[in-house]
């Protein structure tokens, strides 16, 4: 075992919070590198091998970060660093981007969002392509980030479409008007937009028509100018209505399309969309691509190992 590492802390009261209830924090990280760390009150001491000790003390290090910054570590961002400590990258600060509710830091979880914020983030792309499995976070950055961009005056409209496959398009027979319609199908972009701006500040940007959550049918013969568009669950577009999304965008706008093209939910033998774009977009200039694993899932761990297993068993069957 090599010679023990010790981080002092410049504030001794961040112990509790570093370590979590039941010091969960301090176990996440001593099971991920097999280490012993123990924490005396005013520093960590790390015993174990010589990488363990290495990479323990970049995530202790990010957490002391994270503390400092007014957020408490928690079992998500200790996973997260971890991830980065892994894979021998580091989280900054700048890799994130703040939302307007309460300034909060919407960071990285996992290296391949690091990758797709950086597209967000960038000028080099006004089309960007995020593909993976559920819970990678893919639709949540890509609507805080377009809130932040509308909060910050720097769009006109944040628009964000979806197929309504489950209604075949047809929505007609749902009860209500076409908002009551559509909002079953998108309750993960409301969550997200709540999240980054406030259920009042959408409801006002919403009513002022800065906002605009519809299904992707109503998309065709428009030009979307100054805008930020989403186009989420894409693998559940036709080739055509790809096609026809795509060549929606117009002066000072980006689009981002998210989706998982393994889990298209179109009728049998009809060619997803999302796919065929992406076979025949690799290498379209101002196109970029984003694309997760489970390894990137970011929901409960649990998530991860059931997406594991039915890609295990779709192999295999």
């Known amino acids: 075992m090599s010679k023990a590492t010790r981080i002092a802390l410049e504030s001794p009261s961040h112990v509790a919070a570093l370590c979590g209830i039941n010091s969960q924090n301090i176990v996440l990280v001593e099971q991920a590198f097999d280490v012993l760390i123990d924490a005396p009150g005013d520093s960590f001491v790390i015993q174990g091998s010589a990488e363990g000790q290495r990479q323990a003390r970049e995530v202790l290090t990010t957490m002391i970060a994270e503390a400092k910054s007014g957020a408490d570590p928690n079992a998500q961002s200790v996973r997260a660093a971890i991830a980065f400590a892994k894979k021998g990258e580091k989280f900054v600060a700048g890799d994130g981007f703040h939302v307007p509710r309460g300034r909060r830091l919407i960071s990285p979880r996992t290296p391949a969002q690091k990758v797709y914020l950086q597209l967000l983030k960038g000028a080099s792309a006004d089309l960007v392509f995020g593909v993976g499995p559920a819970g990678t976070g893919k639709t949540f950055l890509a609507v805080c980030y377009g809130a932040s961009l509308l909060a910050d005056r720097k769009i006109d409209k944040l628009i964000i479409a979806r197929p309504a496959v489950e209604a075949g398009e047809r929505l007609g027979f749902l009860p209500g008007d076409m908002e009551e319609k559509i ?30 959550v519809a299904p992707l049918a109503f998309m065709r013969g428009r030009t979307l100018s100054h805008a930020f568009v989403i186009l989420d669950e894409a693998q559940n577009a036709t080739i055509g209505q790809m096609k026809m999304v795509l060549t929606r965008l117009g002066e000072g706008s980006r689009m981002i399309v998210t989706g998982d093209p393994s889990q298209s939910d179109l009728p049998m033998g009809q060619p997803s969309g999302l796919a065929n774009a992406l076979e025949i977009l ?5 196109c970029s691509f984003a694309r997760f694993t489970q390894k990137d899932v970011v929901r409960h761990p649990l998530v991860a190992r059931i997406v594991a297993a039915y890609e295990a068993a779709g192999r295999s069957g």
Do not use: F, Q, S, T
């Not at 409301?190 to 999240?195: C, S, V």
């Open 183 to 212: 909002d079953p199908y998108m309750l993960p972009v409301w969550d997200a937009l709540n999240e980054a701006l406030g259920r009042e500040a959408v409801l006002k940007r919403r009513a002022e028509g800065r906002i605009e």
């Open 282 to 286: 690799g290498d379209v200039k101002g």
